[in-house]
T-cell receptor, first 118, second 115 residues
């Protein structure tokens, strides 16, 4: 298995431009998570999906951020318009969540997308 | 609400010596606990987890962690450090008794192993 795949690995853009980050989770996993990592705030959960449905988007900073998961093998995180304070490393992670509440498997992380907004 | 504290920004240890990276947590219910490691320019890699059962959990690369419910701690340990263990280590928690499936991560501890 190739693991979680993210693209692009690096993105440099100018303030005001739209940015789209992409993620392909591990095949068979049914939960997908988007995180943001910065020096100031550490690792923050932005949103997570279970069976392609957004479950918790309370970490999404503001309306400029949106995430979709049109099918089990693809998700996007979009920032429109982008701002310099959005500069960070964005990670996608996936896991297999069983229906039973007390079972939990670890999350597998992608390599991240380093976003720089000038 | 759930939270994780990693009180040390950096831990320095000589190669061959034992290492400990500290983690304490707070959840309203019972915890699931995890340790991840991050090498430069890489994503986080899973090391080990505590779900239930034996308080001493063994994981990848010779690491282990001890769950202590009374002290709400889950410290990461290794008997003999390697230079290649130098990396950023994250502790994470999830409340077993809530429906929220996302992890809360600590701020990370940088481990530096000197040759």
């Amino acid at each position: 298995d190739a693991g979680v795949i993210q693209s692009p690995r690096h993105e440099v853009t100018e303030m005001g431009q739209e940015v789209t980050l992409r993620c392909k989770p591990i095949s068979g996993h049914n939960s997908l998570f988007w995180y943001r990592q910065t020096m100031m705030r550490g690792l923050e959960l932005l949103i997570y999906f279970n069976n392609n449905v957004p479950i918790d988007d309370s970490g999404m900073p503001e309306d400029r951020f949106s995430a979709k998961m049109p099918n089990a093998s693809f998700s996007t995180l979009k920032i429109q318009p982008s701002e310099p304070r959005d500069s960070a490393v964005y990670f996608c992670a996936s896991s297999l969540e069983l229906a039973v509440k007390k079972s939990y498997n670890e999350q597998f992380f992608g390599p991240g997308t380093r976003l720089t907004v000038l | 609400a759930q939270s994780v504290a990693q009180p040390e920004d950096q831990v320095n240890v000589a190669e061959g010596n034992p290492l400990t990276v500290k983690c304490t947590y707070s959840v309203s219910g019972n915890p699931y606990l995890f340790w991840y490691v991050q090498y430069p320019n890489r994503g986080l890699q899973f090391l080990l987890k505590y779900i239930t059962g034996d308080n001493l959990v063994k994981g990848s690369y010779g690491f282990e962690a001890e769950f202590n419910k009374s002290q709400t701690s889950f410290h990461l340990k290794k008997p003999s450090a390697l230079v290649s263990d130098s990396a950023l280590y994250f502790c994470a928690v999830r409340d077993m008794d809530t429906g929220r499936r996302a992890l809360t991560f600590g701020s990370g501890t940088r481990l530096q192993v000197q040759p």
